[in-house]
DNA sequence: CCACACCCTGAAGCTACTATAGAGTCAATG
DNA sequence: CATTGACTCTATAGTAGCTTCAGGGTGTGG
């Protein structure tokens, strides 16, 4: 199959398809006589996998340790397991940043309740008089 | 006030505000003979302001909505207002967003209860096996 | 033979910075 | 007065994960 059928049916477009090969997550098709990308069964199932890991939020690093542990089918499972523990840590810690953010919002948004002047306004006040503090590191790959 | 000096007060890095200088999130400085950045208390006010924004996470259109909006002291505010309302709209959504990935990380993660070999993972089968979906497009800025 | 759908490469754009390199400024010290 | 060191300047490239574009080539139906 040609690459714009691959992209079909793992449901993302052809740019992203040779991105993910220029990237070395996608192994590279063999060419035509015509020079057009060439794929079978295992890249349809490779690049399934890859755009599912990524439904999931997984970062490229993630998706490429993922993938070479899956291409040691003997070995255990553990370090695929961590992986994973891993990402969902990710997700948990950044849920829980927004959920703060979310407080924090919410309350400043109360500050104006009706509309007003924009001097009087309760949500700029509160913007301006906020504490400014340093942005902390960020220790995922979600944004 | 040197760029280093309002760097500090606000809580950033020089290259950050240099940054944003460049975007037209901060007005130009006046220059010094030497052509050293010279600022004042207004400039002090509108980076903390920036700062505190970024700091709940809204874009720089967002932040740069707000600030003209408050560039007309005379207007309502209910411009204002609906800029925030939108921007507590896109965490909550990205809340969500989250919230279901994890519910659906976490449903895989059961699939492997104990580290067996890499053939029989049920995470890796999991993932394979997942319905590939197209991307549906973001609303929001936050990844 | 030509139109049209598809494919190719390479480079730039997106967001919000961060990190260099290489050079200039300035206050304090010897 | 010369030098050191902390600070500043510009311009450029890199980050993640793509998307978009320009300027071509390929292949098929009429
Ligand atoms: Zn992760
Ligand atoms: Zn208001
Ligand atoms: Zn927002
Ligand atoms: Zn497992």
Redesign the interface.
């Known amino acids: 199959m040609k690459i714009g059928e691959l992209a079909h049916?793992?449901?993302?477009t052809v740019e992203t398809v040779r991105y993910y090969e220029k990237e070395g997550l996608l192994p590279a098709a063999t060419r035509t006589a015509g020079n057009f990308r060439q794929y079978g069964p295992a890249h349809v199932?490779r690049l399934?996998?890859i755009?599912?890991?990524?439904?999931?939020?997984m970062s490229h690093g993630e998706i490429r340790t993922?993938l070479s542990?899956?291409d040691?089918?003997?070995?255990?499972?553990?370090a695929?397991?961590a992986v994973?523990?891993q990402?969902?840590a990710h997700?948990?810690e950044?849920?829980q940043e927004?959920?703060q953010?979310?407080a924090?919002?919410?309350s400043?948004?109360k500050r104006?309740q009706a509309?007003?002047?924009?001097?009087?306004?309760g949500?700029?006040h509160g913007?301006?008089a906020?504490e400014?503090?340093?942005?902390h590191k960020r220790h995922t790959h979600?944004?």
Chains 1, 2 share one sequence.
Do not use: W, Y
Not at 9 to 12: F, I, K, L, P
Not at 51 to 57: H, T
Not at 72 to 78: F, H, I, K, L, T
């Open positions: 049916v793992a449901q993302c199932e399934r996998f755009r599912n890991c990524r439904a999931l939020d993922l542990l899956a040691q089918p003997g070995a255990g499972c553990g695929i397991n994973f523990d990402h969902i997700v948990d950044r849920i927004l959920v953010l979310k924090q919002l919410s400043l948004r104006c509309e007003q002047a924009v001097d009087a306004c949500i700029l913007l301006a906020m400014t503090e340093a942005k979600l944004g």
